[in-house]
């Protein structure tokens, strides 16, 4: 199930078209951003030929995440295929009221902490200890939101660390399977202003703590790629 071509990344994603269904999500574990919610529940299911991992949320909030070192200038592409039921309706990602998305897949970065302010430093100790988890120091969350454009590049509400990146915007699409391919060199730049850093883990989640509602997500599997029109280098 971790096979991948030598077009893809050194270091691969576990594919969940590798898995069986009702089984085991091998090489992925829970990641707990809010540790107070109900988790999500995600399961492996068979969609058409292949497998996929379903997700399902009830006012709830966890993610599956994998670590993984990838280095940005070899593979500076990011590839998924994802599915709604729907937007979270009342979903807002300018508040924290409203940080809730049908589908996010999260890239994180392994961004030096010492390049960081004092006081930003300090917020994150802070937040690592309220939540007691590690908190990245920088990220990119790909969202399928239910209002703004895609296109919108905008801190998180929680941390300014992390950047929601809307490439899926409201119910046109629902129903669908879609394929993303991103750029995460130029995303990176676009939301930091400055070069990547190698990646440190990736991750997806399907959450409705924050509104209350409920959100039905399917994710297939999540490749690295190198440059476009040319192999790694």
Same mark, same amino acid.
Request: no cysteine.
């Given at each position: 199930?971790?096979?991948?071509?030598? %077009?893809?990344?050194?270091?691969?994603?576990?594919?969940?078209?590798?898995?069986? &269904?009702?089984?085991?999500?091998?090489?992925?574990?829970?990641? /707990?951003?809010?540790?107070?919610?109900?988790?999500?529940?995600?399961?492996?299911?068979?969609?058409?030929?292949?497998t996929v991992l379903r997700a399902q949320a009830r006012q709830?909030?966890?993610?599956? !995440?994998?670590?993984?070192?990838?280095?940005?200038?070899?593979?500076?592409?990011?590839? *998924?295929? #994802? /599915?709604?039921?729907? &937007?979270?309706?009342? $979903?807002?990602?300018?508040?924290?009221?409203?940080?809730?998305?049908?589908?996010?897949?999260?890239?994180?970065?392994?961004? &030096?902490?010492e390049k960081l302010s004092f006081a930003t430093r300090a /917020? +994150?100790?802070? $937040?690592?200890?309220?939540?007691?988890? /590690?908190?990245?120091? $920088? %990220?990119?969350?790909?969202? #399928?939101?239910?209002?703004?454009?895609?296109?919108? !590049?905008?801190?998180?509400?929680? =941390?300014?660390?992390?950047?929601?990146?809307?490439?899926?915007?409201?119910?046109?699409?629902?129903?669908? *399977?879609? =394929?993303? =391919?991103?750029?995460?060199?130029?995303?990176?730049?676009a939301a930091f202003g400055e070069e990547a850093p190698a !990646?440190?883990?990736?991750?997806?989640?399907?959450?409705?703590?924050?509104?209350?509602?409920?959100?039905?997500? #399917?994710?297939?599997?999540?490749?690295? +790629?190198? &440059?476009?029109?040319?192999?790694?280098?």
């Amino acid at each position: 199930m971790f096979a991948m071509s030598a %077009a893809h990344a050194d270091t691969p994603v576990p594919l969940f078209s590798g898995m069986a &269904p009702g089984g085991t999500v091998a090489g992925w574990t829970v990641l /707990k951003p809010a540790p107070k919610a109900e988790d999500t529940v995600y399961t492996l299911v068979r969609d058409g030929e292949t497998t996929v991992l379903r997700a399902q949320a009830r006012q709830s909030m966890s993610g599956l !995440i994998h670590a993984v070192r990838v280095d940005v200038r070899q593979y500076p592409r990011i590839r *998924w295929r #994802w /599915k709604i039921a729907a &937007p979270v309706a009342s $979903a807002d990602m300018r508040t924290k009221a409203g940080d809730d998305y049908a589908a996010r897949l999260y890239v994180m970065f392994d961004y &030096p902490s010492e390049k960081l302010s004092f006081a930003t430093r300090a /917020k +994150l100790k802070l $937040a690592e200890t309220l939540y007691g988890q /590690k908190i990245p120091t $920088a %990220a990119l969350n790909y969202v #399928w939101d239910n209002r703004q454009p895609v296109g919108t !590049i905008a801190p998180n509400a929680y =941390t300014d660390r992390a950047r929601m990146v809307v490439v899926e915007s409201g119910d046109a699409r629902a129903g669908q *399977w879609v =394929t993303e =391919t991103r750029d995460l060199a130029a995303d990176f730049r676009a939301a930091f202003g400055e070069e990547a850093p190698a !990646i440190v883990a990736v991750a997806l989640a399907t959450d409705t703590d924050n509104t209350g509602e409920t959100a039905s997500a #399917w994710y297939s599997d999540i490749e690295f +790629l190198p &440059p476009a029109g040319g192999p790694a280098r």
